[in-house]
């Protein structure tokens, strides 16, 4: 068993099954991705989209590939067609971008809604009072070619596990505010929070995604 292997079985013992285990493979080479896709592994996340283009070129067909880092609106039309999932949408005008180059791919692109619940100033996201604002404005709901799944977040980056908690309880919260205002709410399931500090938490709060990438692959990632 390769390294890699053994800690996705590792990560995975602690998931229950109603979880699904994101491998976080940015700067990962494909050799890398490789190991983690011979041990069963299927959900890879990608933040670069030049990088996850051409990983998704050299990779098995079958991977699900989630778009999990900031998307500029000029590079919306590279994601939308091999994303399974976009995790971060962060503002009204790239939802409407997204919406409106997929339908002219003739795709529809499924989305989750960032919300910035953390301490730090660098995060992106809707913050809570505009994020149900905008669900309570009914434009995204207008839209044809996105479907949303639910939310996405990032707890501050801190020991305290408590503040970490309390984060993502936030989220929950906000998903389940969300889920009485979107158009479809029997398709806005996913919550996607928790990375290799503070997934444990997270699944306790009510996790549905998680998005791992140190402890699977190690500190440093190699593609260039
Ligand atoms: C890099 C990254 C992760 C994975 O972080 P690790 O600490 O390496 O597990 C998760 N989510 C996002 C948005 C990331 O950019």
Request: some cysteine.
């Amino acid at each position: 068993m390769t390294a890699i292997a053994h800690n996705i079985a590792r990560v995975k013992q602690h998931l229950p099954p109603h979880v699904t285990l994101i491998a976080v493979s940015k700067t990962r080479s494909v050799e890398a991705i490789m190991a983690a896709y011979s041990a069963g592994q299927r959900d890879f996340g990608e933040s670069r989209p030049q990088e996850l283009l051409q990983k998704a070129a050299a990779l098995p067909q079958d991977i699900r590939w989630h778009f999990i880092g900031h998307l500029q609106r000029n590079k919306v039309k590279m994601v939308a067609p091999c994303a399974h999932l976009i995790h971060s949408i962060d503002s009204a005008a790239l939802m409407r971008e997204v919406s409106t180059a997929c339908e002219k791919l003739g795709v529809t692109a499924r989305c989750l809604l960032q919300v910035h619940v953390a301490q730090e100033e660098t995060k992106f996201g809707f913050l809570p009072h505009e994020l149900l604002d905008y669900l309570r404005s009914g434009e995204a709901g207008a839209l044809r070619s996105v479907q949303i799944c639910g939310l996405m977040g990032m707890a501050s980056n801190t020991g305290d596990m408590e503040q970490v908690r309390g984060e993502f309880r936030l989220i929950k919260q906000l998903h389940g505010q969300s889920k009485a205002l979107v158009s479809q709410p029997d398709l806005f399931t996913q919550i996607s929070m928790g990375m290799s500090g503070d997934y444990a938490v997270a699944v306790e709060e009510g996790a549905t995604l998680v998005r791992i990438g140190t402890m699977i692959f190690g500190d440093v990632g190699a593609f260039s």
